[in-house]
Structures are given as C-alpha cells and as structure tokens.
C-alpha cells in the first residue's frame, strides 16, 4: 500500500525512471474514467489542454478523443518519443523549467504525475498558462486489492525487499489514506499560490480484475520496482506470481480515481 510523505518530486531518478520500459508502460498502466475526462472537459472553458507528465500520452489521447488539442509536457524523452508515436505533441522539460512561449490553456491537467512536480511552483506555472476561469486537475488512480491479496503480496515485498515499506511511523487504514498527505499537499499548494478558486476534490469508483499475467506484467512499471536490479525483480516476480497462484490465480481491485481540481480566477 502506497504512501506519499516527503518531497516526492525531487526524487528526480525515480521520476524519470518510467521509460525504461515505455511500451510495457503504456499498455499495462490503466486508462482513466471517461466520466472524468468529460467533467474536466465540461468544467474548462474551451479545448486547449496542457497535459503535464503526459508519459506515453495515455490522459492526453484519452482528452483528445473527447475533442480537446493536446499539448504535452514530460521530462524523460523516451516516453515522449511514445507519446509522439501515437500523435500527441510533446515538448521535453520538467513543468518547473518548461517555457510556454506566450501560449495559454483552457485546462492544464496532470495524470499520476503532479506529485513529481514541485506543489506550488508547479500551481504558479499553472497559473501563469491558464486563461481565466481555466481550470487545474491533477488526478491519480488509488488502487487497492482486497485483504488477503494485500497482505500477500505485502509478505512478499517483506521477503525480496527488507525494510520495505518502511515500519517508522503507522501503516495506513486504507490506500486512500496513504495517498492522503499527496493530495494535501497538492491542494495546498494551489491555495498558497492565491489565484485559483479553493480547490475540490472529485472521486469515480470502479473496479478491474487482473489475472495473474496481467498483474505480473504491470508490476514492472511501479516507481519502485523500476530500479530493481533484473535478479531481485525476477525473485519479485516470481513470487508474487506464485501468491497469486495461491489465492485463485486472479482477483478484483477496487479503485478510485482522485482529481484534486481548482479554477484559475
């Protein structure tokens, strides 16, 4: 389960650690719920949006179906070389260093990547590129598998990973909860700057089954385990495939995605 104290976004080496794998990347990591996009659509007042951390461009594909123009921003160049591959256009920066050149949005918004931004010098950015009333969405899949799949795959990262995760302070009731201190700081971060309106928080419920292949096959793409050595991620893999073995070869995840918004004044 998945906790978010500290600075994430000066862990520059994990940031840009995704492209190691783009292809895995794009295909294993989930979309976004289409009844998301359409609320940041109907709440933005046209259809330019800067996407930010687009990765390999999953959100921004997902905006532009919805009729938007797409501009992306994203600091490792092989996942925006991916993200090109499949028509988005990709300028290479961090959001901090990026130069808009003049050029303003309707929306920007950020897909499981805002916490890699700095929270308010990523807010002042947004707010110098929004025209008024734009709007500012940053959003994040929270995932949790039932119980006994928690705490079997947990048992596993114990064993591959001593000291993972970290016992210094209490573990978190839900996943929801250790994501908490991420979209505080988020919200926080557009009220410090004091040009937004206060910021909401919107959440969509679904669920997904994975099969064991499938989760085996996305668990490479987590920010941890992408700088694992290729013998502790085979030990890793081959572990957790053999817990999922043990619970029936599948199992349902429950998540809920969580867009932490707010409107440029």
């Keep these: 389960m998945p ?12 940031a840009e650690s995704f492209g190691e794998d783009a292809e895995r990347y794009d295909r294993t990591r989930p979309a976004y719920p289409e009844a998301m996009v359409e609320r940041i659509v109907a709440a933005s007042p046209g259809p330019e949006v ?19 123009r797409v501009l992306g921003v994203e600091p490792d ?21 990026w130069h808009p050149a003049g050029r303003t949005f309707d929306a ?13 010098a990523g807010a002042v950015k947004a ?11 940053a959003f994040w899949h929270v995932f949790e598998p039932p119980p ?25 009731k839900s996943a929801l909860d250790g994501y908490r201190p991420l979209l505080n700081k988020a919200a926080d971060g557009i009220r410090e700057v004091g040009a937004f309106g206060e910021p909401e928080e919107w959440r969509f419920d679904w669920q997904r089954f994975y099969t064991r292949d499938e989760w085996l096959d996305q668990l490479p793409t987590s920010g941890l385990l992408t700088r694992l050595p290729p013998d502790t991620l085979s030990e890793m893999l081959a572990e957790v495939g ?3 073995d043990a619970i029936g070869g599948g199992f349902t995840v429950a998540y809920v995605t969580v867009v932490v918004t707010a409107a440029r004044l």
């Design 242 to 244: 053999a817990a999922i």
């Design 50 to 68: 800067l996407d930010v951390g687009c990765g390999t461009g999953l959100a921004a594909r997902q905006f532009r179906s919805a009729g938007c």
């Design 108 to 120: 920007v918004v950020a897909g499981t990547a805002w916490h890699w931004v700095d929270p308010v």
């Design 148 to 172: 006994a799949v928690s705490e079997s795959l947990a048992a596993v990262y114990r064993k591959v990973l001593p000291g993972f995760p970290p016992q210094d302070g209490a573990r978190p």
């Design 3 to 14: 906790t978010f104290e500290g600075a994430p976004h000066k862990a520059r080496q994990m």
């Design 127 to 137: 707010a110098e590129v929004l025209r008024p009333g734009g709007r500012l969405a």
């Design 77 to 97: 160049a092989r996942m925006a070389a991916f993200a090109r591959r499949g028509g988005i256009e990709v300028e290479v920066a961090t959001f901090e260093a």
